[in-house]
């Protein structure tokens, strides 16, 4: 579809249409919900049950908490990716906001005894989420929109 967008502009505005239609209006605070739903909802026994002490080695809880983390994140970055390779760069950037609110809530809440042993995760993928939609977003007015708000509205961090 890529290379059918890029030889004929009728067929990649008819690609991006249906993707609009397909994917729908972004909602920052939508997108925050999941990803709090999601980081809250990791179970700290799943996390006992994937560290210790193993067949081949030791595996370091808190090591495996910031995998299970990052796990957490990614089909969001996935989704993200999608948009900005769609070049809907209004749907990346609200999508890059709700995941960073999302994760902003997480470590600002209750830590959950999972979170307890990734105290440092949500500051350090804020970052990194922060950064990857950064590395494909070429419009510097969004990318001070999107730190104009992060120190507006996150910036107790």
């Not at 397909?22 to 980081?39: H, K, N, P, T």
């Not at 999508?95 to 500051?123: H, M, N, R, S, V």
Request: with cysteine; aromatic share 14%.
């Amino acid at each position: 579809m890529k290379r059918l967008a890029e030889e004929d502009e009728d067929v990649k505005e008819r690609i991006e249409k249906i993707a609009l239609d397909y994917w729908g209006e972004v909602e920052v605070s939508e997108i925050e919900d999941q990803v709090f739903f999601e980081l809250e909802s990791i179970q700290v026994e799943e996390l006992w049950n994937r560290s210790g002490k193993k067949r081949y080695g030791y595996v370091e809880p808190s090591e495996e908490a910031w995998e299970m983390f990052r796990e957490g994140l990614e089909p969001f970055i996935r989704q993200m990716r999608k948009y900005q390779n769609l070049s809907m760069h209004e749907e990346a950037k609200k999508y890059c906001l709700g995941i960073l609110k999302g994760i902003y809530k997480f470590g600002k809440e209750e830590p959950t005894q999972f979170a307890e042993w990734a105290t440092d995760a949500p500051y350090n993928y804020f970052e990194v989420v922060f950064d990857k939609w950064k590395e494909k977003h070429e419009n510097e007015d969004d990318v001070e929109e999107v730190e104009d708000i992060i120190e507006k509205e996150m910036n107790d961090w």
